[in-house]
């Protein structure tokens, strides 16, 4: 399970919000760590808003579920009827379907930065403030892929990695890469993990078993 580090992936401030709406993103800087990495069932994003910066205009998704974790610095959340102070740690969530436009604005005087997760979509997403909206999530999305399109970053397997807060790490799915956490420490640790449920085999490669057809079973797929 390698460790990244963000930097190896290009910032971009690329957009496919036709004017006059990207200027709310001018000050939106994102690493697309997803396409670069190797995943190809979510996304994520790792973005910097400056100071007077947004994350995106307020929108909500008929088919994509978000997930936005806070990891420096502070935004507000705006939403449909509130404006909520995000921190180092909170997480946020919107479900698909839920018409609650949101984004997050920057308005201190520092950096801020966070992960988003979702996938690519392939449905409509409504922009509330903006109308009326004469153009489509999807169409925004294959323009800024068309901006930000870069060749996969290389990166090399390590055995052992020491992992502290804010550290992330990558596991393309088709890789035979048997990894795990441990705590070795004194104390507790606590991490987010995502991915989507499992339609195909996982293997275990230090006890000879193998997740398949909904139950465990030997390497060579003989039952218990």
């Known amino acids: 399970m390698p460790r990244i580090d963000p930097e190896i992936v290009a910032l971009t401030n690329t957009t496919g919000y036709p004017p006059p709406h990207d200027q709310a993103v001018a000050h939106r800087w994102v690493r697309r760590l997803g396409p670069a990495l190797g995943l190809t069932d979510f996304g994520v994003s790792h973005v910097v808003l400056k100071p ?14 978000e997930f936005v974790v806070m990891l420096a610095g502070e935004a507000v959340l705006v939403e449909n009827d509130a404006r909520t102070l995000m921190r180092s740690g909170d997480m946020a969530v919107f479900p698909k379907g839920e018409p ?21 979509p392939s449905g409509d997403c409504h922009y509330p403030d903006i109308d009326p909206v004469s153009y489509t999530h999807l169409d925004v999305y294959k323009r800024q892929i068309q901006c930000d399109r870069q060749k996969p970053v290389s990166y090399t ?9 804010g550290d992330m790490a990558v596991c393309p799915k088709g890789e035979p890469n048997g990894r795990h956490l441990l705590n070795e420490s004194d104390d507790d640790c606590a991490y987010l993990a995502f991915g989507r449920p499992p339609s195909g085999d996982c293997h275990y490669p230090d006890i000879g078993l193998l997740w398949t057809d909904g139950g465990y079973r ?4 003989s039952s218990f």
């Open 52 to 65: 007077g910066g947004a994350s995106s205009q307020r929108h909500w998704h008929e088919d994509e579920d």
């Open 100 to 120: 609650n436009g949101h984004h997050l604005l920057n308005e201190s005087d520092d950096d801020c930065a966070f992960l988003a997760f979702g996938r690519p």
């Open 157 to 165: 397997h390590l055995a052992r990695t020491l992992m502290r807060s």
């Open 218 to 221: 030997r390497k060579d797929r």
